[in-house]
């Protein structure tokens, strides 16, 4: 009897499970808060330089399906340069639920935030301004 097809299968199975399991379900919209008062004492004005900005994404729950959603929303911005998870202790489980995002002058995190809630990633907030 062959052992690994039938592993394959359950992990297979348990990784879709999980996955259905931890998506954004649009009943999480209700629930959303403001982001500017997530935010609220960092600004979100446009910037006027270019730079770095650590943005937390608590309804981020993989970095397998969840993740690339958000790259792809917030790289749709011409002002974004570059998304990044933020570095992970075990590159299989996602312990911070944070991107890092390279921008160009005149990046809106007010924007970006109002992209990922609508992106189904409410609650997002700035976490820190690097640049």
Known sequence: MKKAPILAAFVAAFVAAFTVAIWPSDSDD?????????SADLALTPVSTDGEMTLDVPKMHCQFAC??????????????????????????????RAVVV??????????????????????????????
Not at 70 to 88: C, H, N, R
């Open 102 to 131: 390279t921008y160009k002058k005149g990046f809106d995190p007010a924007a970006a935030i109002a992209t990922l809630t609508k992106a189904g990633f409410p609650d997002s907030s700035v976490a820190s301004e690097d640049g």
């Open 30 to 38: 209700d629930q959303a808060s403001t982001p500017q008062a997530a």
């Open 67 to 96: 993740f690339p959603k958000v790259k792809k929303a917030l790289e749709g911005s011409p002002e974004v340069e570059s998304v990044a998870l933020v570095p992970q202790e075990d590159e299989m489980v996602l312990t911070r």
